[in-house]
T-cell receptor, first 119, second 111 residues
Framework: GAVVSQHPSWVICKSGTSVKIECRSLDFQATTMFWYRQFPKQSLMLMATSNEGSKATYEQGVEKDKFLINHASLTLSTLTVTSAHPEDSSFYIC???????????????FGEGSRLTVL | RKEVEQDPGPFNVPEGATVAFNCTYSNSASQSFFWYRQDCRKEPKLLMSVYSSGNEDGRFTAQLNRASQYISLLIRDSKLSDSATYLCVVNPGGGADGLTFGKGTHLIIQP
């Protein structure tokens, strides 16, 4: 199946620094990627929908100035957590749809996730 | 009411047993449904889609009841490797919408 690669897998940073997470679709083009966040023992929560060549669409309650999303190419989306604080510590996962079959019904593939710990 | 609701478990069952999970969703306009499997500290992986007519894939059977807004997953002859968290996932609308995930049901298969 399609492969989505996420980097870094783990990151530990000091409070106040910014962290960039990359999400790449390795063998298909993804015009749309999704960014999720998962706190321990909680469900994945959609943060934003990343659209290639245009602005991301953020879910209610997600600060767009804090979580910067850039989708500059059909295979790469980046999430930057700006001025990270301990409460931003979480498991961040990206996903992309491979576009097979009817629009919107292609399987969603997930990156391996990035575990962020802010000290 | 939560959008996608699951019993978190954990379900502790002996190897070889049959186990069933249930899930309810609140958005009656939801269009597609899935079960994902998530291992500890890993990303979710698609287990199977859920169709209105019900569908089976080996030891796994999924069923959908649109009238009751209810989805189920049945695992027969459970294996140790089935131990994981099973996520009920709903696509609230067609197109490129992100999915809505339940919190997951934790399954532990005991030898």
């Amino acid at each position: 199946g399609a492969v989505v690669s996420q980097h870094p897998s783990w990151v530990i940073c000091k409070s106040g620094t910014s962290v960039k997470i990359e999400c790449r679709s390795l063998d298909f083009q993804a015009t749309t990627m999704f960014w999720y966040r998962q706190f321990p023992k909680q469900s994945l929560m959609l943060m934003a929908t990343s659209n290639e060549g245009s602005k991301a669409t953020y879910e209610q309650g997600v600060e767009k100035d804090k979580f910067l999303i850039n989708h500059a190419s059909l295979t790469l989306s980046t999430l930057t957590v700006t001025s990270a604080h301990p409460e931003d510590s979480s498991f961040y996962i990206c996903s992309a749809r491979d576009g097979k079959g009817l629009a919107g019904t292609g399987e969603l593939f997930f990156g391996e996730g990035s575990r962020l710990t802010v000290l | 009411r939560k959008e996608v609701e699951q019993d978190p478990g954990p379900f502790n069952v002996p190897e070889g047993a049959t186990v069933a999970f249930n899930c309810t969703y609140s958005n009656s306009a939801s269009q597609s449904f899935f079960w994902y499997r998530q291992d500890c500290r890993k990303e979710p992986k698609l287990l199977m889609s859920v169709y209105s007519s019900g569908n089976e894939d080996g030891r796994f059977t999924a069923q959908l009841n649109r009238a009751s807004q209810y989805i189920s997953l049945l695992i027969r002859d459970s294996k140790l490797s089935d131990s994981a968290t099973y996520l009920c996932v709903v696509n609230p609308g067609g197109g490129a919408d992100g999915l809505t995930f339940g919190k997951g049901t934790h399954l532990i298969i005991q030898p």
